[in-house]
């Protein structure tokens, strides 16, 4: 069992940057696949951005070149790294793996606020 605990959100202007921590307690997520999600009011949860157990790394189109996603295995925690925040960022970001069991693990989301 994993539990996924997401911090670091909060309002931020257009432009501004925030950095969101996923920290995971349970089990070692060293072989895990790590994501962010996010959900706006009225849409679907969508992906944001993903690494891989060797640092592979992929993302929207919509964050490519403002958001960088990062881990460090020894404080089992998973980063997301916002630069250049625009109003269309504002969502529920949600910390997610799809290994450990058949359904994957979810956190409880933390909400980022941006306004114009």
């Known amino acids: 069992q994993v539990q996924l605990v997401e911090s670091g959100g909060g309002l931020v202007q257009a432009g501004g940057s925030l950095r969101l921590s996923c920290a995971a307690s349970g089990s070692s997520i060293r072989r895990y696949v790590m994501s962010w999600y996010r959900q706006a009011p009225g849409k679907q949860r969508e992906l944001v951005a993903r690494i891989i157990t060797d640092g592979t790394t992929d993302y929207a189109d919509s964050v490519k070149g403002r958001f960088s996603i990062s881990r460090d295995n020894a404080k089992n925690t998973v980063y997301l790294q916002m630069n250049s925040l625009e109003p269309d960022d504002t969502a529920v970001y949600y910390c997610?793996?799809?290994?450990?069991?058949?359904?994957?693990?979810w956190g409880q989301g933390t909400q980022v606020t941006v306004s114009s």
């Open positions: 997610h793996t799809p290994d450990g069991s058949p359904f994957g693990f």
